[in-house]
């Protein structure tokens, strides 16, 4: 598996995201290469083989993201891990 995080560095929960994708990674015992890349974005991207993980989880009233929590990037690593097979 292939994950790219997609981050900005002046943004607080930035690196939270990013900590919680590498737990979870090890935690699940996927086998996965993760690069990280600095960007100008506002919201931070966690890129699963080509496709945006949490993509989904932008509120479509006003396009504020939702709390990106251990939980939610576990699971979603998770049913993505599984739809490989």
Known sequence: MEIRILYSKDKAGSQKTASFVKKA????????RITEQQTGMSV??????????LNGLLD???GT?????????????????????
Do not use: C, M, Q
Request: charged fraction near 25%; aromatic fraction near 12%.
């Open 25 to 32: 990674v090890k935690n699940l015992g996927i086998s996965a």
């Open 44 to 53: 931070p991207h966690v890129v699963v083989n080509g496709f945006d993980l």
């Open 60 to 62: 479509k009233t006003d």
């Open 65 to 85: 993201p939702s709390e990106f929590s251990y939980d939610l990037i576990e699971k979603a690593l998770e049913r993505s891990a599984w739809s490989n097979y």
